[in-house]
């Protein structure tokens, strides 16, 4: 079955900072959408790219995709210490409607 | 804002029980979804259910679980009998439309089964 795997698994950087979270994937896919968790909530919708996109960007994130190697990236730039949650990466199969998580990042924000 | 509402927060059951787990999705939405997170790993796709009917559903949806819509706001997932291994947040999510599109979850329910 198809796995996202995100990279770091736990990543702790000053405020300000740039952070950068990876996920990899293993088949093809319609869309790769981003969620925030913050500790014990829900999952919060961020960004979602299309197969067809490159790049997106939305206020102080940035989202890559890269189809040929089945990976993603999201950058949070000027980083505050409300960022600080677990970020997940979930794919949709071409024709499919559920989402598939990967295991998350979790990010902390140091003021 | 909309956004997703379920109920309870937390529930605590005893194994073998009965839960039901309530959702209230964006009003206009009419794409409804279970996931769930046992703790420490990941967000496991459950169910998805439109237009009455379940349109998919995963290895984990068993025949302990069923989903309701029982009137034109709530959705449900009930399980008939529970075990420890059931213990895990539940998520709401819905959407208004299907296919590869942003899902908007609900805060959760976290089940504690003992």
């Known amino acids: 079955s198809q796995q996202g795997e995100e990279d770091p698994q736990a990543l702790s950087i000053q405020e300000g900072e740039n952070a950068t979270m990876n996920c990899s994937y293993k088949?093809?896919?319609?869309?790769l959408q981003w969620y925030r968790q913050n500790s014990g909530r829900g999952l919060v919708h961020l960004i979602l790219?299309?197969?067809?996109?490159r790049e997106k960007h939305s206020g102080r994130l940035r989202v890559t995709l890269d189809t040929s190697k089945k990976s993603s990236s999201l950058l949070i730039t000027a980083s505050r210490a409300a960022d600080t949650a677990s970020y997940f990466c979930a794919t949709i199969n071409q024709g499919a409607q559920k989402l598939v998580f990967g295991q998350g990042t979790r990010l902390t924000i140091n003021p | 804002e909309p956004e997703v509402t379920q109920t309870p927060s937390h529930q605590v059951t005893q194994m073998g029980q009965e839960v039901i787990l309530r959702c209230v999705p964006i009003?206009?939405?009419?794409?409804f979804y279970w996931y769930r997170q046992i703790l420490g790993q990941k967000v496991e796709f459950l169910v998805s259910f439109y237009n009455n009917e379940i349109s998919e559903k995963s290895e984990i949806f068993d025949d302990q679980f069923s989903v309701e819509r029982p009137d034109g706001s709530n959705f449900t997932l009930k399980i008939r009998s529970t075990k420890l291994e059931d213990s895990a947040m539940y998520f709401c999510a819905s959407s208004d439309r299907t296919g590869p599109y942003e899902q908007y979850f609900g805060p959760g329910t976290r089940l504690t089964v003992t």
């Open positions: 088949t093809s896919i319609n869309n």
């Open positions: 009003s206009n939405h009419l794409y």
């Open positions: 790219i299309r197969s067809n996109e």
